[in-house]
């Protein structure tokens, strides 16, 4: 099965790049799953590696389980496809 991330980010000047907060949303590709794994410091990530994340939210459902959150399905529709 295909899987779909989008990394957001925050964009603040008066906040070192460390202390702002990262967001990857994900989908798979059928749509019955929609996710968010969200850090409020990016130095709190640790997964250093996007690849790394990125393999574990497809391939550990366990892991994946408690990031399912439904109602990011209405920002894939608005903004992504």
């Known amino acids: 099965m295909r899987w779909h991330f989008v990394s957001r980010s925050m964009v603040d000047p008066e906040v070192p ?7 990857l949303y994900f989908r798979n590709d059928d749509r019955s ?23 574990k939210i497809m391939n550990d459902a366990a892991f994946r389980r408690p990031l399912l959150d439904p109602e990011t399905a209405s920002v894939w529709r608005r903004t992504w496809k």
């Open 17 to 23: 790049y460390e202390e702002r907060p990262f967001e």
């Open 33 to 55: 799953e929609f996710g968010l794994l969200r850090f409020e410091r990016r130095k709190d990530n640790p997964y250093r590696d996007y690849e790394a994340i990125v393999t």
